[in-house]
């Protein structure tokens, strides 16, 4: 019963953890962002006074009156990590803005422009979706619920198996927006290279999702790596009709938006059937999944090169 305890006790912090983290993005996000950086330098306002609208507009963003909520209702125990999640919020509030203003000087050093380049013929080619990938949201958040996971599983005398796999599968999710929209962060430029390169629709598409499958293996190694797989190659082949066909411009640095209508949802269920089957009854349920996958690589890869 004491370890028990103790699992409980771990996995709760560790969830409190991921919570916190997860909504650490929304409050350090600047509503003044909307506004054309152009247009609030024309507002006739002197630098003490934009530094007091940048203040306010923290204010504006509803998930912090929802923290300070929970933090009144929980009393003591929750006030702590609330005012820490209010502090790193403005923190990441701040550090928002001196990115957006010296992005251009700050990005030379990002260390995402030195990932070593992949062995292969579509080593240059993966290594530059991986470097795409990084630079959206959704990842971090994945990487936060797999460290979690994995450090209690490490530290638990006893981890519960389903946890691993219940686990693995919300970090497959977090993942799940993008691998429908694989193809949201290239440039018209970007197309215009893959038109001119040697290479197959299929091969590109290839490209982005051995980069997909990489990090999401990366991820999930520590956890229920075989169901990490199945989810993964299901993501992508039900992902694939959206990603070419209706491709949707993101923004760097935020989160990915799913396409709209059943598709999200149908791939998720699909996902989550697929990995609990690889996971509690048999590996086998590998070929389909690898058949789908390849059947849809190659059906679409052609639709890609049409387009």
Not at 79 to 94: C, D, E, K, P, Q
Not at 149 to 166: L, N
Request: net charge positive; hydrophobic share 55%.
């Amino acid at each position: 019963m004491r370890d028990l305890g103790r699992s409980a006790s771990v996995a709760g912090n560790h969830f409190l953890l991921v919570v916190g983290l997860v909504l650490l993005f929304p409050l350090s996000a600047d509503p003044l962002r909307r506004i054309p950086e152009e247009r609030f330098r024309l507002l006739p306002l002197s630098t003490s006074e934009r530094v007091r609208v940048r203040m306010i507009s923290l204010f504006l963003n509803p998930i912090l009156w929802g923290v300070l909520a929970v933090s009144l209702w929980g009393g003591m125990r929750l006030i702590n990590a609330s005012m820490t999640l209010l502090v790193l919020a403005v923190v990441g509030n701040g550090v928002s803005i001196l990115w957006s203003r010296d992005s251009s000087y700050l990005q030379r050093f990002s260390p995402l422009c030195h990932l070593p380049t992949l062995p292969g013929p579509l080593g240059r080619l993966v290594t530059k979706n991986v470097r795409e990938m990084l630079h959206v949201l959704d990842p971090y958040v994945g990487l936060v619920m797999a460290v979690a996971a994995a450090i209690y599983r490490f530290k638990s005398a006893i981890p519960v198996p389903d946890a691993m796999h219940g686990m693995t599968m919300l970090v497959a999710l977090t993942l799940s927006s993008y691998a429908q929209q694989l193809f949201a962060l290239d440039s018209e430029h970007g197309f215009e290279r893959y038109r001119l390169s040697p290479l197959r629709g299929w091969q590109v598409l290839l490209a982005k999702d051995l980069a997909f499958l990489l990090i999401l293996m990366v991820l999930v190694l520590p956890l229920a790596s075989l169901a990490g797989l199945t989810a993964g190659l299901v993501l992508l082949a039900l992902g694939h009709r959206p990603s070419v066909l209706v491709p949707e411009r993101q923004l760097w640095w935020c989160f990915v938006a799913r396409a709209r209508g059943w598709s999200g949802v149908f791939q998720v269920v699909v996902m989550f059937v697929a990995g609990r089957v690889a996971f509690r009854s048999t590996s086998l349920v590998l070929i389909p999944c690898m058949a789908l996958y390849l059947g849809s690589l190659v059906y679409y890869g052609e639709l890609f090169e049409r387009h």
